[in-house]
């Protein structure tokens, strides 16, 4: 994660970005799971329309419409 390697441990731990890369940390090791496996298309949509892959989708989309990022910041910027 290069993108907060320049926080403390205290900034980190507070850090609205480190939470949306741990939430996208598991989607990207599916996906990954997914081309490793040599899986057909049918079998990609079926694992993606798993009840466990839907809540990591969700618990990301939930928490990146819950943030209020402070006006004319970078995170203002992408998340708007």
């Known amino acids: 994660m290069d993108i ?5 441990t ?3 731990k507070d ?8 939430l996208m940390s598991p989607i990207f ?3 990954a799971k997914f081309v490793k496996e ?10 993606r329309n798993s009840i466990e892959y839907k ?3 969700t ?3 939930d928490y990146v419409q819950s943030i209020q990022p402070e006006r ?8 708007n």
């Open 72 to 79: 004319d910041t970078t995170l203002f910027k992408a998340v």
């Open 55 to 57: 809540q990591m989708l």
């Open 15 to 22: 850090s609205t970005v480190c939470h949306v890369l741990n």
């Open 4 to 8: 907060v390697k320049t926080l403390n």
């Open 38 to 47: 040599n899986l057909v298309v049918t079998d990609v949509k079926e694992r």
């Open 10 to 12: 205290d900034q980190l």
């Open 59 to 61: 618990n990301l989309y």
């Open 29 to 31: 090791q599916a996906e």
